[in-house]
């Protein structure tokens, strides 16, 4: 075939055409890794506090009140659960509401990169960096204070997979629900400090008193912990924990689609 048959070489616009959820992903990652805070605060952060726990010999010993495990040994399906809160709560909705509030969702929609790719990259990048931040708390806590790896895989992958997906439900509704970027920042502290406390950031669910306990266990954290605690020690979650997980999940989800607003 000649010069001056030959068809021309595609260009970035026919690529971005063809490929418009691919090229959209790697943007959205690239920005993503641009932001050394949500990095840290989403990835390292958590991991960097069992660490630290673990240098601490009292927080190694076995204790009554935690049902004879040590602090760390608690502490790590609460490390794994900050991971997912602070993507799904600080991280993305401050920039799904920025995209909106900037007119980008609504620019987007035309051209060949329709907004649902730019929502989708956003839930994915932040879904596996959470994922990614558990496995490295897994592993932290294993090699450094020698905690026991989760003897029910599957019920704890099942259960780590709803949490993932309702704490970016959640983070989802709030971008809905918020006007402005400032507006959802603020939202997103105020359901922030409530998650974390029914995750058992500040005392773990096993030392709460008992009226505390059965109330948290019926938020979404709460019963993510306590779900991912029985998977640790080797016993398939409470169905009753998996379904109140998954009953915020819908409701969330239902909620945030029923609400959102591309512009």
């Known amino acids: 075939m000649s010069a001056a048959t030959a068809p021309p070489a595609p260009s970035l616009t026919a690529n971005v055409r063809a490929r418009p959820g691919r090229a959209v992903l790697r943007a959205e990652t690239l920005l993503f890794f641009r932001e ?22 009292a927080m190694t010993e076995a204790k009554d009140e935690l049902g004879g495990l040590s602090t760390v040994e608690a502490y790590v399906p609460v490390a794994v659960l900050l991971s997912m809160i602070m993507a799904g709560l ?8 920025g995209y909106r509030e900037r007119g ?7 051209t060949p990169v329709r907004p649902t790719s730019v929502l989708g990259a956003q839930v994915g990048l932040h879904a596996a960096a959470s994922l990614f931040s558990a496995v490295l708390t897994l592993a932290v806590g294993r090699i450094v204070s020698g905690v026991a790896l989760p ?10 997979l709803l949490a993932v997906v309702c ?3 959640l983070g989802a509704l709030i ?9 959802a920042q603020a939202v997103s502290i105020s359901v922030f400090f409530p998650s974390m406390l029914a995750a058992g950031v500040y005392m773990p669910i096993q030392q709460m008193p008992d009226v505390m306990a059965r109330i948290v266990e019926l938020l979404p954290f709460g019963a993510a912990a306590q779900a991912l605690n029985q998977a640790t020690a080797g016993d398939w979650p409470d169905w009753i924990h998996l379904g109140v997980l ?6 969330l989800s239902a ?9």
């Open 175 to 183: 971008s809905a629900l918020s006007p402005t970027t400032k507006i």
């Open 246 to 251: 998954a009953l915020w999940t819908l409701v």
């Open 36 to 57: 050394p805070g949500s990095v840290f605060w989403v990835m390292a952060f958590p991991t960097l506090l069992l660490l630290i726990l673990g240098f601490i010999p």
């Open 104 to 110: 980008i969702l609504r620019r987007t929609s035309t």
């Open 167 to 169: 704490v970016l439900a």
């Open 151 to 160: 003897g029910q895989i599957l019920g704890y992958l099942l259960t780590l």
């Open 255 to 263: 909620s945030a689609t029923r609400w959102f607003r591309w512009q």
């Open 90 to 97: 600080m991280a993305m909705p401050p920039v799904i509401t």
